[in-house]
């Protein structure tokens, strides 16, 4: 592909990209197909030559979008979609044309500082406390993770390494690996399942307490298992708010449950990825009391 074929194809995937956008909803949410349909029409061995370009917008149409639950039309109500706006498009496009690897200062030096400043444009947004920013004078500063159950996985390896080395410090005898096994993590059992597979992936045991009747996390549910298992000799570690639970959008009580980690040393995590945005709102940050006592948020 030449530079002029590169751009009449653009302009062919982008009349395809906004005809999409503008007619999902005629389409039906769900696809009717079978398990394994696509291993029917696409060959099974990679071609030896390529197609020509003008071929890939109706294969999709043919063999792809059958194939396709429709997350962004309006007549889809079981999750959050992902970004799809045509200014979103226009980024991404942007983004792979560039084509940089900002995984340090030096390899993208606009790539990473440009991520550090817009998260903090989004905490100043959503009235986050000033020691969530990386322009203020203490430990803050965002990060983009590939998603939010990432996101929660990060925040359990910090708070398991960061328990870790205290106790170590604090006394040099013990043995670190019997440490870790004996730390745990709570949240509600209206979490969305990232929790459980953050603390399989990040190998610590994990209680998923029971909801009270608003399908919300309480303090004296939390306390209840926190001081049963420092007794059985657990070392409660981390735990998950969340703030807008996937199924019935309830919010954790963290006016309660942030003293209560505070007091006991434990490292809290917000989960606010369904919700949390409602923040922007100022009108609505009623939802977010006790924010100033977790220490960082997905």
């Known amino acids: 592909m030449d530079p002029e074929d590169f751009k009449q194809m653009a302009k062919e995937a982008i009349d395809y990209i906004v005809d999409y956008i503008e007619s999902v909803g005629n389409r039906a949410v769900l696809p009717n197909v079978e398990p394994g349909y696509l291993h029917h029409i696409i060959p099974k061995e990679a071609p030896e030559h390529p197609d020509d370009w003008r071929q890939i917008i109706p294969d999709i149409e043919e063999k792809i979008m059958p194939g396709i639950t429709h997350w962004n039309s309006p007549m889809f109500n079981a999750y959050f979609p992902g970004g799809y706006s045509y200014p979103s498009v226009i980024g991404d496009l942007l983004s792979s044309g560039i084509g940089c690897i900002g995984f340090n200062w030096l390899l993208s030096p606009a790539c990473t500082e440009l991520e550090v400043i817009v998260l903090d444009w989004l905490a100043k947004m959503m009235d986050l406390p000033d020691f969530y920013l990386a322009s203020s004078d ?161």
Not at 160 to 175: A, F, G, V, Y
Not at 181 to 198: F, H, P, R, T, W
Not at 223 to 240: H, R, Y
């Open 138 to 298: 203490g430990p803050g500063g965002g990060i983009i993770q590939t998603s939010g159950s990432e996101g929660i996985l990060v925040a359990l390896l910090i708070a398991k390494h960061k328990l870790t080395r205290q106790i170590l410090e604090n006394d040099p005898s013990l043995d670190e690996n019997t440490i870790k096994g004996k730390l745990i993590a709570y949240s509600c059992d209206q979490s969305n399942s990232c929790v459980e597979k953050a603390g399989l992936l990040g190998s610590m045991k994990t209680r998923l307490l029971q909801a009270d009747n608003a399908g919300r996390l309480v303090a004296s549910t939390l306390l209840d298992a926190i001081t049963q298992d420092k007794e059985n000799g657990l070392i409660p570690c981390f735990v998950v708010a969340t703030l807008g639970t996937t199924g019935t959008c309830a919010f954790d009580d963290l006016s309660e449950i942030g003293p209560i980690c505070r007091r006991e040393g434990i490292w809290l995590h917000v989960d606010a990825a369904y919700a949390g945005f409602i923040c922007s709102c100022h009108k609505c940050c009623l939802y977010m009391p006790g924010i100033s006592l977790s220490n960082e948020r997905n």
